[in-house]
C-alpha cells in the first residue's frame, strides 16, 4: 500500500512537470527557442517508453531500427513519416555513442 501512494506521489508530481514542460514549449514555439525542440524530443522518447520503448530512445529510431528488421508496423510508420521528412528514420537512429531526434 505504501509503495502505491509512493507510486501515486510520483505520478501526480510527473502529471505537474509534464503541464509544465508542455507550457514550456508553447512559449519555446512562440519565441523561436531551440528549447522547443529539446522539449519535443522528450515528449517523443516519454511516449517510446508509455508504449514499451526505450526512455533513451525516440519513436522514429525505435522505427528505423524495425524497419531495418523488416517489421511491418515499423516499415509502415517509417514510410509515413519519409512523406514528410524523407530519410527521418534513418537519420533518427541512434548508434550509441550520440543522441538524436
Known sequence: MKQRLALLG???LCMLASLIAGLWMLLAVAFGSRRAWTLAVAHDQLANAAFGGSE??????????GARRGIYRWCLLCRLLDRIDPGHCERSIEDGSKKSA
Open 10 to 12: 510520483i505520478w501526480s
Open 56 to 65: 533513451d530512445e525516440t519513436i522514429s529510431s525505435r522505427a528505423g531500427r
